[in-house]
């Protein structure tokens, strides 16, 4: 298809599209995607970022069209906590009530100490920031790239579309994160999730692998949007060719 494609225009791929402040830091005006659906709750996220040692935080978000089972928030509920890190799980105002009836054994009495749920937040100012160590994702396209961009490890949970081809591009292909695998019930277990997240945090084995992969793919980012960089000169040929 891209072939067929290519014949009829000329095609020439440019990217990461991650402003400027989070990679090559170029264009210090250039720091958001001037597109939010909710409105985040940065400073509070950041203050509470701040308190945390490096890479010791889990960012938990499922971006704004995915919403999980009240039976799987449960069981992610019960990872989070079982997890050895902290976390940051964002959870959208329409999905309160399935949080509230999370009847997870002292989740809620933990949240201040272990986690913190929010709202909305900057994606990328938290992703960027160093006490992040890990992002539990659905692996929608935006935040996939995101992820892979900054260097952030990705603990993956596809639910339905392109997100199962873009979990098995994170594992299989790019080998920077593990996927959460429905036990013969098809049910995805707090445990499970608590085995992948502890994999990765921990960085020995197959962790340490995924982490300096995955600085690795941030470095490749870095570069194709640079100065001589594949996205730098494919944007001279297409202003050659228009």
Not at 174 to 195: D, P, Q
Request: hydrophobic share 40%; glycine share 8%; charged share 20%.
């Amino acid at each position: 298809m891209v072939n067929w494609m290519g014949n009829q225009w000329p095609m020439l791929t440019v990217g990461p599209t991650i402003p400027s402040l989070y990679l090559d830091k170029r264009l210090e005006d250039d720091a958001d995607c001037g597109l939010s659906l909710f409105k985040p709750k940065a400073e509070a996220c950041l203050r509470w970022l701040n308190l945390k040692l490096p890479c010791s935080t889990v960012y938990v978000s499922f971006e704004s069209l995915v919403s999980l089972g009240e039976d799987l928030m449960k069981e992610l509920a019960s990872g989070l906590r079982l997890m050895k890190s902290h976390f940051l799980w964002v959870e959208r105002a329409f999905e309160e009530k399935k949080l509230l009836n999370i009847t997870v054994p002292i989740f809620h009495s933990q949240m201040s100490e272990k986690g913190s749920v929010v709202r909305w937040c900057n994606q990328l100012q938290v992703l960027s920031h160093g006490s992040v160590g890990c992002f539990m994702t659905h692996c929608g396209w935006n935040s996939t790239v995101e992820a892979l961009s900054l260097g952030v490890p990705m603990v993956a949970m596809p639910q339905w579309v392109d997100q199962p081809t873009n979990a098995s591009f994170v594992v299989e292909v790019w080998k920077v994160g593990l996927r959460v695998r429905a036990n013969k019930r098809g049910v995805v277990t707090g445990e499970e999730i608590e085995s992948c997240v502890n994999e990765i945090m921990e960085g020995g084995g197959r962790g340490k692998e995924i982490r300096e992969n995955s600085l690795g793919w941030k470095e490749m980012a870095k570069w194709a949007i640079d100065e001589g960089g594949s996205s730098k000169r494919t944007s001279k040929n297409l202003s050659q060719h228009s």
